[in-house]
């Protein structure tokens, strides 16, 4: 009996021992699946934290480069060669005085054509078409009211036309008017701020009495600015230096002032008048223009830059039959490499008023053959500083 018992206990305790042994081995294979676990996902996450700053590193080289390439390409692009053409007339009187006879007059004209807005300028309205900017003088008003400016006893004319005249502007693409003149006040306050609204309302760039264009073009900034210019007085001059410099300091880079100055009838200018225009192009202004004379004045070379004193009259209901109806269009050609002026050049094309010289019928017409040689020729007697360059083909001043 005693020694079944001992048997008994002899083999509960080899049992214990190897379920001992058996939890020993688990236990050890369960801590070593959890270090090859832990092990292996460490390695992944450091693994994966280099991979992914490697591929974090690869994406910020290939954007680098990437970005790189655009301002390349950017670069280049900015620096292509580009034109820009503008074109510019004299006095556009686009009305009548109501003193003057119905019949001959320019409403007559536009009455006569169907009321068709684009009849007196179809002859020169391809020029205007195929530039970049036309800008004219708008001598006249716009309005309905009755009430004439009192100018004193003197013979004064008064020009207004109907606020539907705008269209004549806009069906020949001309972008831009100067109102700075003698005749923007015929009709007051009221005839101005009608003018102002009209053209506005039709979409028409305004410069001068209080007004400035700055329009960009082909990503270039243009300014024009336009003066009733009637003496070079130190106000005078320190508000046309205050204006280009304004200009300039927002980044226009072609700043050109239009001014209407000067005595009519006078084919050269007064000496006021070429102080005023120097003085515009020593304070930065890149051209000059004017008007007033209703004739053709001189041109000039000043430092290198054109002034052309007076563009004369251009579609002029002002006189159904003046003695001098030579005028002419002024074309700029600006060169630019990416945003620098790289050269200007110049064109004049000689015109007439009127289609017919027996009257002004109010139809500007290019000049051609010898009227158009004559009419050169003349401009550049009037102009020794351009020495003999005025011509119908572009040209430069040096």
Known sequence: MSKKRNNINFYRKNNSKKKLHRRFVRNRIIFALILVLIIGGAYYGINKHITNKKEAAKNEELLAKENEEKNTAKEEVSKEPKDIVLTMAGDFTLGTDDTF?????????????????????????KVFEDDDYTLVNLETTFTDSTQKKDKGDAIQFHFKGPKSYAKILTSSSIEGVTIANNHIYDYGTQGFNDTVKTLQDNKVDITGEGHKIVTEIKGIKFGFLGYQAWD??????????NDIESLKNDGVKI??????????KAT?????QVDLAHFAIDSGADMVVGSHSHVI??????????????????CFGGNSNPQDMRTFILRTKLNFIGDELSNMEYEVLPATISSVSSKNDYVPTLA?????????????????????????KYFKLQ
Do not use: C
């Open 232 to 241: 070079n007085s130190d106000k005078t001059k320190e508000k046309i230096k």
């Open 255 to 264: 700043v050109i002032p239009y001014f209407h100055w000067g005595y009519e």
């Open 297 to 314: 004045q001189s041109l000039e070379d000043y430092k290198g830059k054109l002034i052309a004193y007076s563009l004369a009259n251009f």
């Open 101 to 125: 006879n119905k019949s001959t007059s320019l409403p007559a004209a536009v009455s006569n054509s169907g009321n068709d807005f684009s009849y007196l300028l179809k002859n020169v309205r």
């Open 368 to 392: 051609t053959g010898t009227k158009g040689a004559n009419i050169l020729k003349y401009m550049n007697e009037l102009s020794p500083t351009l020495k003999g360059k005025i011509s119908d």
């Open 268 to 272: 050269k200018p007064s000496p006021y």
